[in-house]
């Protein structure tokens, strides 16, 4: 994780309560899709929060991130709620779909694919 300290902790709280918001209102904002937030990176003004989504099981994920985008509003009145007491910002939300575990399967699978010969004493 990269930035300052209060980069750092605002990342923190913003993961934690997206994370809540999400498991509360998975119907009305993902519609019954399984998610995980995998990181959120602050910008240095802690006015935009990166946040990366990882999708284990869901057959389009581009139709979730655009689902999330069309209900962004909606999810940072939700955060702004949540976080009023703690912050004096809440920052605009951009999502991004986290490919780092979907790499590392495909690695996975080539390295189990890999023919390589017993060595012999």
Do not use: C, W
Not at 77 to 96: D, S, W
Request: charged share 30%; proline share 2%; aromatic share 4%.
């Amino acid at each position: 994780m990269s930035g300052t300290i209060r980069q750092q902790k605002y990342s923190k709280l913003i993961l934690k309560e997206l994370s809540d918001i999400f498991l509360k209102e998975k119907h009305n904002i993902l519609e019954n899709a399984f998610i995980t937030i995998a990181e959120v990176k602050m910008s240095p003004d802690l006015s935009i929060a990166r946040v990366y989504i990882s999708m284990t099981l869901a057959k389009d994920k581009k139709s979730i991130l655009e689902n999330l985008n069309l209900k962004k509003g909606e999810i940072r009145k939700a955060l702004g709620n949540k976080i009023r007491n703690q912050a004096r910002i809440v920052p605009q939300l951009v999502f991004f779909i986290d490919e780092l575990e979907e790499d590392a399967q495909r690695l996975e699978d080539i390295i189990k694919n890999l023919n390589i010969p017993k060595e012999e004493n």
